[in-house]
């Protein structure tokens, strides 16, 4: 049986370690409250970059589980670059069990086909968009026979 990983690295990159994506709200965001937390000050001292170039890191999702730069050294996911990250696929396994873990969200597969409300949290949390996460969440489970409709 599939686990919640697996679930995951399908929806949020098809399976591509290397996998980045921009986020430009979330980028302007951070420029806007002038972030300059210790999350940003990691990816300053870890890449040797400028405040402007820490930001963009910080408001990119990287590899397989398309964790966002911001969480990955605001809880102390990887202390590697971002780049080393992508080519380091227990690494990214490491960081995403960790992350589900601070946000008390590694849930089981089982756990999300019989309780709704757990995909949900899921959802939120680790995406932000309840609706449309969770229903990629229960299309994938279905899909691979996980849940019956």
Request: a neutral charge; glycine letters at 2%.
């Amino acid at each position: 049986m599939r686990q919640l990983k697996d679930i995951i690295k399908l929806i949020e990159s098809s399976n591509n370690p290397q996998a980045v994506r921009f986020e430009p709200l979330f980028y302007e965001k951070l420029k806007e409250k002038n972030i300059q937390d210790r999350a940003i000050e990691e990816i300053r001292k870890i890449h040797k970059c400028t405040y402007y170039t820490a930001l963009m890191i910080a408001s990119t999702s990287w590899g397989l589980f398309q964790i966002m730069g911001y969480n990955l050294y605001f809880y102390d996911l990887t202390d590697k670059t971002v780049f080393e990250f992508l080519f380091d696929e227990e690494e990214q396994e490491r960081a995403f069990e960790k992350f589900t873990q601070i946000k008390n969200i590694n849930f089981t597969v089982e756990q999300l086909k019989t309780d709704i409300e757990k995909v949900k949290r899921f959802a939120r949390l680790y995406n932000g968009d309840v609706e449309n996460y969770s229903r990629k969440i229960l299309k994938l489970l279905e899909r691979e026979n996980v849940i019956d409709v």
